[in-house]
Each structure stands twice: as C-alpha cells, then as structure tokens.
C-alpha cells in the first residue's frame, strides 16, 4: 500500500497493549503523530505506553471510536474486538494490521529484519545493543522489553531500522529489507500454513525480496564471548548478532563487549526474584517444545542440582494439537510440570485437546504432571507444594502464566 506516513496525524490503534504493537504506537509518537489506542486489559505494555503520554481506554469502557487518519489493529482483535474494527473501517480511511503499518513506516530505513521461528527477539536484542554500541544509533522494534534500554522501541537517528519480523500470517513480507536474518526454520503456526514446506516457500520469498541475506553464522560461534544469559540457544543467538555486526563493518571487540554486558529481556527465561522461602522464580516466553527444550537445557546448566517446576500454559489449541506428541516429551529436564488451561488467543475452543489430555500424555513418559481448571486451583496448587530453597519455579508460555507468580508473590 502506497501511504504517505508524513500527511498522518493522528492514529488509533485497536489492541494498543499488544506488545509489537505498542511500540509501533511509541514509534508513530517519535514521529509527532497524535496516537491513542484501545486494549482489553492493563498491563507492562499499558504503563509504558501512558508513561509516554499516551492515552489507551479500556475495552469495558470504550464507548465511542474516535477520528483518526488511520486506524491501526492488532490480529488479536480479529476475535476481540470485530465490532470496533468494522466500525473503522466504515470512516473511509486506511485501517491497517500491525505489519502492514510497520512496514508502510519501514520504507523510510534500511531494514534489518530479524527472521526465524525461534530466537527472534532475543536476536533483534542483541542486534540493536551491537549497533548502538558502535554508535550506529538505530531506531528499533522489537517484541519484548530490551533490559539495557527498557522499552520495546529505541528512536535512532541513524538510516537503520532493526524490527522484528514475525512469520506468522506471512506478515514478514510487508518488509523489503536491506538485511534479512534468518535464524532458523521449523514447523510452527500450523493454523496458518499447511505444513513445513509451505513455511520454507514464505522465508524464500523473504528471501527474495532481501538485499542481503544472512543463514550462516556457524562461523562466529567460536567467537562468542562468555553471556550473562544462559543457555546454548543463547550462544547461537549471539552468533547471528555477531554475523550481523560483520556485515556492517562493526569491530570485533566492539560487538563481543556488547554481548558480553547483554541482560536479556523481558519474559525470556526472565528471573523474577526469590520467594520468601528461597524458591527461585523465573517467567519464560516457550511455548514451542524446541523452545521449552532449549529454555529447561539453559536451566540445568544454571542449577544442575535444583529441583524445576514448570508451569506452563500451552498457547493456541491448534499449536497444542499439532505437537501434542512432542509437547508430551520436551519437558525432560523438568521434576515436575503443572499446566494450566490452554491459552485460545485468536481461536475458538476445541474440544479435542486439552491441557488435562496434555498431562496424562506427560504423565505417561512416566514424569509428574497435572493440570489445573483455573488461574485460581493453580495458584492454591503451586502454595500447597511448599516450595523452598532447592526449587526453581518456572512459569512459561506466551500467554499469562506469568500471573500466578504476580498474584501469589507480587513479582512481576
């Protein structure tokens, strides 16, 4: 779509405190535009968007959609909010996805997109703390809260953007990017593609509308420096920041010393705190089984004699479906795994998988599972465990675990 972002000046945004979203909204605010939004809940994204001045109204007490030159929506709100967005789209102006936005405010940067169906934004983290490091000063976009700037979008000066750019629904391919990075490709958003191949046909047409492409770091593995976020996954992800950062010239030292002070980001194996009792609480981001592989491996390498307790809450009942099997055998590192109801985000819900299906399947391998109706059962399940000081509790997922260790120990 051809739009010209410098004639806008006021944006709406329909499911503001998503978190690639809001930092579009804070990006569009960089530019002078008048931004406001709508979102379902409050929340970490909520309190950063109005710390910026930016007024959000909750969907129970949204009344009237206002002016705007264009409306902007997560696809959350597809399914939470249609009768807002068919409400914009009768105004006779632009009303836009998220990715289709972002790309339309791309056009102005060479991009550089990090792609992959894993390490994605710890990779763009990374990436944007290289380039700042060297004094490149990108703008940045990025699906987490960067602990070494605090936000999920940075205003650079320079003409690079780095961003995030998510497969899901294709969105990636709203991006003409001077550098593309791909991290790695596996099977995931089945509900979107049909299988793996049709995943490999989308990254090669990223591919194709690239510059420059980056697959290989295997290279620059020896040469990562020791991190302070743990994990193998980790160590490769520094690989490809650091294959990024020779591609654009940047000293060796330069790029090792960034990532060596690197402090990782928000919901991605995330240490909390510590409970009153000495139980370590960490919130992680997995909801992949190569993701919940890779974060239970960076714990044992943390506390090899510590007993974990995952709890997770599987994200979407088709990803759940799709790998049922696989989900049933990825939380080996685990002493126990606690589950809580399936988070159906964009779906409706489906009978056939359930997390209670998903812990008799776990317990079948022969590792403790159980599976709580309710935030409320698990919450009175984790306190009855009474863990201590040998425990390290996990809770992982995309959607809202994390809100059990808010509510029993105020630590997020």
């Not at 928000?266 to 890779?294: C, F, M, N, S």
Request: glycine share 8%; with cysteine.
């Amino acid at each position: 779509m051809d739009l010209d972002i410098s004639k806008v000046k006021k944006i709406f945004f329909i499911g503001i405190g998503g978190i690639g979203i809001s930092a579009l909204a804070k990006m569009a605010l960089s530019r002078g535009i008048e931004v406001s939004g709508v979102n379902d809940e409050e929340g970490k994204t909520i309190e950063s968007l109005e710390a910026a001045g930016i007024q959000v109204v909750l969907q129970k007490d949204f009344k009237e959609l206002p002016e705007a030159d264009m409306y902007v929506y997560s696809d959350a709100w597809l399914y939470r909010g249609p009768e807002i967005l068919a409400e914009a789209k009768t105004r006779g102006v632009p009303v836009l996805s998220y990715f289709e936005a972002l790309g339309i405010f791309a056009k102005e940067y060479k991009v550089i997109a990090i792609a992959g169906t894993h390490g994605k934004t710890t990779t763009t983290a990374m990436v944007a703390g290289i380039l700042i490091d060297a004094g490149i000063d990108p703008t940045v976009v990025v699906g987490s809260f960067v602990k070494n700037f605090g936000s999920n979008f940075r205003s650079g000066k320079s003409e690079y953007l780095v961003v995030e750019a998510d497969e899901y629904n294709r969105h990636f391919l709203n991006f003409n990017p001077f550098i593309t990075v791909i991290t790695n490709i596996e099977a995931d958003h089945l509900d979107c593609y049909k299988d793996l191949a049709d995943i490999k046909s989308v990254f090669l047409e990223l591919e194709n509308q690239s510059k420059n492409v980056i697959k290989d770091y295997s290279k620059y593995l020896d040469k990562v420096p020791k991190l302070l976020v743990p994990g193998v996954h980790n160590r490769q992800n520094a690989a490809v920041a650091l294959a990024v950062a020779d591609f654009l010239s940047v000293d060796l030292e330069v790029a090792q010393r960034s990532l060596s002070t690197f402090a990782g980001t928000w919901r991605r194996l995330e240490k909390l705190g510590q409970t009153p009792e000495g139980t370590i609480v960490y919130d992680d981001y997995a909801h992949h089984p190569t993701e919940v592989r890779a974060s239970l491996q960076a714990l044992r390498e943390l506390y090899p004699y510590k007993q974990i307790t995952i709890l997770f809450q599987p994200h979407l009942y088709s990803r759940t479906k799709a790998f049922f099997e696989d989900f049933a055998k990825c939380f080996k590192g685990a002493d126990r795994v606690l589950l809580l109801p399936i988070y159906f985000a964009r779906e409706d819900k489906d009978e056939s998988v359930s997390s209670e299906k998903l812990a008799e399947a776990i317990g079948a391998t022969g590792q403790k599972a159980q599976a709580y109706a309710s935030f409320e059962s698990a919450e009175a399940g984790v306190l009855a465990l009474n863990l201590g000081k040998n425990d390290v509790l996990v809770t992982m997922g995309a959607g809202e675990a994390y809100k059990v260790a808010a509510k029993i120990w105020k630590l997020v």
